[in-house]
């Protein structure tokens, strides 16, 4: 990937900052059902995941996460999933 790509991607809209899920021996690094959010209990039977939404990161790492472009014309594609992903944490929690 050239660094003109990496630019592009890291200034897109669904670039983001993320905990860290894994550490290095690829061991999960949220805890189950630590966060209680009323609208995410109650929401739970309308989302996908159910109660493993609500997870909280056990450290302080973040990950930065550029968003998925075309190399060919470096426009962004963002699947149809993700398209309202705020909606999604307001609604249910981390995704």
């Not at 189950?32 to 989302?47: C, P």
Request: glycine fraction near 10%.
């Amino acid at each position: 990937m050239a660094a003109e790509d990496i630019k592009v991607s890291l200034k897109s809209i669904s670039a983001k900052v993320w905990p860290r899920e894994h550490d290095d021996n690829g061991n999960w690094l949220f805890k189950v059902d630590q966060l209680k959010v009323l609208r995410w209990e109650q929401n739970e039977g309308r989302g996908e995941k159910g109660p493993m939404w609500r997870q909280s990161p056990t450290g302080g790492d973040i990950e930065i996460k550029g968003a998925l472009i075309r190399p060919v014309d470096q426009i962004e594609c963002m699947p149809e999933g993700k398209r309202d992903r705020s909606c999604q944490l307001h609604r249910f929690g981390y995704t």
